[in-house]
């Protein structure tokens, strides 16, 4: 059973790749799969990016600067870190007591219900 539906997927990919106008209906009915695994993913990511601006906080007593988020992100992670699943790059916001780093979600906009957002407080 598995494998036939292993073996499913794979022939649905392939034909995604050798009928171009099958590449949208493919996307359209595999999305609602993927979606709640590239939300945890993002989850996932922003989590690992706060315990590094945090770590960086305990160090230099300090939050990174927000105007060089991307620069930090850089210098810690890997280029793709510094973006979300979908694409948009994670924004920072600091405070004198916390910070938060947010994702835009699946539709990209800023300020819609399907954005994702971690808020800690400074660490010292």
Do not use: C
Not at 84 to 101: K, V
């Amino acid at each position: 059973m598995v494998t036939r539906l292993v073996l499913l997927i794979i022939l649905g990919f392939v034909a995604a790749l050798y009928f171009p106008e099958s590449r949208k209906m493919m996307y359209d009915n595999a999305m609602p799969v993927l979606q709640p695994m590239l939300i945890w993913n993002a989850e996932r990511e922003m989590e690992e990016l706060s315990r590094s601006v945090r770590r960086e906080a305990r160090d230099t007593y300090q939050l990174p600067q927000a105007r060089g988020w991307a620069a930090f992100v850089v210098a810690n992670f890997s280029a793709d870190a510094a973006t979300d699943p979908w694409g948009e790059a994670y924004t920072y916001r600091a405070w004198a007591d916390s910070f938060a780093i947010r994702s835009h979600g699946p539709d990209g906009r800023i300020g819609s219900v399907d954005d994702l957002r971690i808020s800690k407080i400074r660490p010292f």
